[in-house]
């Protein structure tokens, strides 16, 4: 089993949903983080100050999967996600040890 | 920039066209509207109206004083427009610039302002402020507003009336101090310091020009408070935030405002509600009163619009915050001005004031240094002090008649006194009650306290 989480630019988040589950995916968890990597961030003033923000709206899409389903997201991720330009974002794959269902105590790939 | 143009442009021609329109509209009716005569049957057993608020104006320019109902109602609504100034106005204007874990206190400031203040001043304050007294202070004749019955006139209206409406001065004079102090002042020494500076600060100063003391006597024109309220405040507010030292973090940390639709209302509330700060200081129901709203509105339009230019050209985009800003910097600028001046002198004072009070948050600051976080100083102390030299200049005949300065330089020269005696007491003043609180209770917040952010460490609050 794995996890993948990708970061992806935040207007990215249907289209990647949608893409996700016409491959079958059923589950993913969401969260609003904020980060770079080479994308530039903006200036900001209020009155006499100004301010540079380094850090960019981003959001985290983590999924929990069977190993053969790994290629198929990646694959679908990366075409949806993709607009062409700087600050795209990124897919990390980790291994998970264990899954377990909460309502039924299920483990394992009965699991994921 | 070209869009700015062009949306302006289209507005003007659609403003513009309109007017024309309806001006032929009126026109094209007349002509065609049957003309009808409406005769009324007096029957004799109907009472022939008595206009008593005609009457009693007249007899209004007799020595004795009358009350007048017009000039009272337009008080007392003015009164409820300059309380609403900082109530919450004032609150909300600051209360969104600060960061949001200092929310709360921030408008604290504000609300405790009015409740503090209420008291000081019906206790002594205004006794101190409009009693008779000396050139320097007044009497203890009216505290706890002793002798002044329901029936007791000041002028034209009640005199009850002119104490609230004065109290209401007060409370956003004190309020206006809180915009220097904000994110790191302990809430206790706060409420201390304004229930003292009220009476030991306020009161004297409003004393010395509107109750009878040497710098009205001298000629200083101050119409709603140029001097009394926004010079007053401004140099309090850059004296504490001298002592209080800057906040942790400044100049690496983020400080931008947490929620500028905030700021935007609140500067839209003192907007409205300064037509009862500089009408209301008229005291009447008249010509007067609405010179100064006209005054008041063109000033604060003017400058908003020469701040948005300012910035544009300055900082490549023209900011909200830097609208709201503009609108507050003319309407302080016009303050001590707004019965003395016409329309052109309002749009000058306005534009100028726009830009000097820009100059003022930006360059000037940083040239002194103090954390003045919300920029009580940048706007109301300079402000106040550009509105009270330019009111010399533009302080005009065909509004004053035979009370217009003769000597421009003299006048000059009194306002400039105005100017140099309202910040010598207050910065003096200031000093000395915030040195008193730090020595005895502390005035800063441990730093901790500092870093958790003052809603949750003074007042165990928070807002998610």
Not at chain 2, 68 to 90: C, E, K, N, R
Not at chain 2, 308 to 337: D, F, N, Q
Not at chain 2, 340 to 346: K, N
Not at chain 2, 457 to 464: A, F, I, K
Request: some cysteine; hydrophobic content about 50%.
């Amino acid at each position: 089993m794995k996890l993948v989480t990708a970061i992806v630019k935040p207007f990215k988040l249907d289209d990647v949903r949608e893409a996700l589950s016409e491959i079958g995916v059923q589950g993913i968890t969401v969260t609003e983080v904020k980060g770079f990597g080479r994308q530039k961030g903006h200036t900001e003033l209020y009155r006499g100050a100004e301010y540079v923000v380094d850090f960019l709206p981003k959001v985290k899409i983590e999924i929990a999967i069977s190993d053969e389903m790994v290629e198929p997201v990646i694959e679908s991720i990366t075409r949806v996600a993709s607009t062409g330009k700087i600050g795209d974002g990124k897919i990390f794959v980790t291994n998970l040890e264990q899954v377990i269902r909460i309502r039924t105590g299920e483990t394992g790939a009965d699991a994921v | 920039m070209k869009k700015a143009l062009l949306a302006f442009g289209l507005s003007s021609a659609l403003l513009g066209g309109s007017a024309a329109w309806a001006q032929e509209a009126t026109a094209v009716d007349a002509p065609n509207s049957p003309v009808t005569v409406v005769t009324t049957q007096t029957t004799p057993s109907d009472p022939i109206p008595v206009v008593t608020e005609s009457m009693s104006s007249v007899e209004a320019a007799e020595p004795e004083a009358v009350l007048d109902t017009g000039d009272t109602a337009w008080i007392l609504i003015s009164t409820a427009l300059v309380l609403l100034m900082t109530i919450p106005g004032l609150a909300l204007f600051y209360a969104g610039m600060v960061r949001k874990k200092n929310v709360l206190s921030t408008m604290a400031h504000s609300f405790v302002a009015a409740a503090v203040v209420s008291i000081t001043w019906i206790a002594v304050g205004y006794s101190l402020a409009f009693g008779d007294g000396n050139a320097f202070i007044g009497n203890l004749d009216k505290v706890m507003l002793a002798g002044i019955t329901t029936e007791t006139l000041s002028g034209s209206i009640p005199e009850i009336l002119f104490v609230i409406f004065q109290m209401t001065f007060a409370i956003i004079t004190v309020a206006i101090i809180s915009g220097s102090i904000a994110e790191r002042m302990k809430f206790g020494a706060f409420v201390a310091f304004i229930a003292i500076w009220s009476v030991v600060v306020y009161a004297p100063i409003t004393h010395w020009v509107w109750g009878g003391g040497w710098l009205g006597n001298d000629g200083a024109l101050d119409f709603a408070g140029g001097t009394v309220v926004h010079i007053n405040s401004g140099v309090a507010g850059l004296v504490a935030a001298y002592m209080l030292g800057k906040r942790m973090g400044l100049g690496r940390e983020s400080m931008a405002p947490h929620n500028l639709t905030l700021t935007v209302l609140g500067a839209s509330l003192l907007w409205v509600g300064w037509f009862g700060f500089n009408g209301g200081s008229a005291l009447g129901a008249n010509g007067s009163a609405g010179y100064a709203l006209v005054v008041t509105q063109v000033a604060a339009a003017a400058a908003t619009l020469s701040w948005l230019v300012t910035e544009k050209i300055v900082r490549g985009k023209a900011s909200v915050l830097g609208g709201a800003s503009g609108a507050v910097a003319g309407l302080v600028v016009i303050t001590p001005a707004a019965g003395f001046v016409t329309v052109g002198g309002a749009l000058s004072m306005g534009l100028i004031g726009g830009v000097v009070c820009f100059w003022g948050i930006t360059a000037l600051k940083r040239m002194l240094k103090a954390d003045d976080s919300l920029d009580a100083f940048g706007l109301h102390g300079v402000g106040g002090i550009v509105g009270a030299i330019l009111t010399a200049f533009f302080a005009s005949e065909f509004i004053m008649g035979d009370a217009v300065p003769t000597n421009l330089m003299h006048q000059l020269w009194v306002q400039v006194e105005g100017v140099l005696a309202t910040v010598a007491y207050s910065a003096v003043l200031t000093f000395i009650i915030l040195k008193v609180l730090d020595m005895t209770i502390g005035i800063r917040v441990a730093s901790d306290d500092e870093r958790m952010g003052l809603d949750l460490s003074q007042h165990g609050e928070r807002v998610d």
